[in-house]
């Protein structure tokens, strides 16, 4: 989740709580191989609270590429 450009993002999809644990979707985009973006290392982050809990958390992670316009 860390990358060589600037541009890169993580967003939460969405928190699912089920009866043997919770599931927090994530989307770590990038951008695409035609974008315009800094050399950098960079190392985005998100935030979002939940209710304490006592049962297993699961990250979902689904990479995508963002690709601009030629």
Same mark, same amino acid.
């Given at each position: 989740?860390? *990358?060589g450009? *600037?541009g890169?993002?993580?967003?939460?999809? *969405?928190i699912?709580? +089920?009866?043997?644990?919770?599931?927090?979707?994530?989307?770590? @985009?990038?951008? *695409?191989?035609?974008c315009s973006?800094?050399t950098?290392?960079?190392?985005?982050?998100?935030? +979002?609270?939940?209710? &304490?809990?006592? &049962?297993?958390?699961?990250f979902?992670?689904?990479s995508?590429?963002?690709?601009? @316009?030629?």
């Open positions: 989740m860390s *990358g450009q *600037g890169n993002s993580l967003q939460v999809t *969405g699912y709580e +089920f009866d043997d644990g919770i599931s927090i979707y994530v989307l770590d @985009a990038s951008p *695409g191989d035609h973006a800094i950098v290392i960079d190392y985005p982050m998100t935030a +979002f609270l939940i209710r &304490k809990t006592d &049962k297993p958390i699961v979902n992670v689904q995508a590429r963002i690709n601009c @316009a030629q």
